[in-house]
């Protein structure tokens, strides 16, 4: 298929690009290179430097390349910030967004696999969060990825655009060429592992009372491949559809840092903090429904394997792509 995917130079973007493009997908790359890089656009592509916010170039590249199914993953995705501007949030991932899909229809292109999150549900009542689960997001920028799936429902009913939200946990690992480099690291693995390398001294632990068995958070890590074979089912999924993407399994920040220190041989000095403010302690997905419906299965199926791939790429591109 001819897929047009939008933040293809972002972390998640350039690794599912990647993947399509193994599998013979005819791949161009829509990007502004705000948060995203030049050396993590998989070079068999084409790429376009563009801004959502730019209506021409987002519907002339649209009318130009009339591709079959578009991927979107440019958003800005840093909880934290967005509780200190929201404007960008809702700008970015709203109006932006917004663009994209007027573009789409005026190309007649009708067919997309949006990146969404477990932050439209805030912190659940119980956990495996299911697509059943209430989403009371308590952030902007899960507001703003709630919204534009609101936005999407509309747009099927009235337009017939046929879209697959795909609500990641939370995304980690690398493949061999592309990996996790924010220019500001705020993420627990990356950040552990750039103790590992000797970049930094040690590793904050943001809250240790949580009431977990070990004191700390658990989240739900699932490896950027599994991500990545979920996006290609989406692009077959017979309708619009919503689903959760995790491994069902829980990982404290404590069994994230003990883990690298298998994988990696360091020590990994820890200091712990307290906690940062809007981190809820337990985020687990069930996943049966894409099981059940595209017939998803995770390959990565513990920590290790996943830290182990991204400690792999780590050592390779110990400066990220900046070397
Ligand atoms: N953490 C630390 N030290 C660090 C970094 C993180 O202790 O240096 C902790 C956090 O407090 C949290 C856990 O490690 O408990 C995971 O934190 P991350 O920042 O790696 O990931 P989040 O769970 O905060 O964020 C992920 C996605 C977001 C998404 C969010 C939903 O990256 O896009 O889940 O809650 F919005």
Known sequence: MKILVVGGAGYIGSICAEVLLDQKHDVAILDNLSDGH????????????????????????????????VMHFAASALVGESMLNPSKYFRNNIANGLNLLDAMLAAEVRRLVFSSTCATFGPPERVPIDEETPQRPINPYGESKLAFEKILRWYDAIHGLRFVSLRYFNAAGASEKFGEDHRCETHLIPNVLKVALGQKKHVEIFGTDYETPDGTCIRDYIHIIDLAHAHILALQAPGSAFYNLGTGGGSSVREVIESCRKITGKPIPVMEKSRRPGDPLRLIASSEKIKG???WRPRFQTLDAIVDSAWKWHQKFPRGYED
């Open 38 to 69: 030049r050396r993590a656009v998989d070079p068999r592509a084409e790429f376009i430097e563009g801004d959502l916010g730019d209506r021409k170039t987002t519907a002339d590249t649209l009318a130009r390349l009339r591709p079959e199914a």
């Open 293 to 295: 419906e595209l017939g």
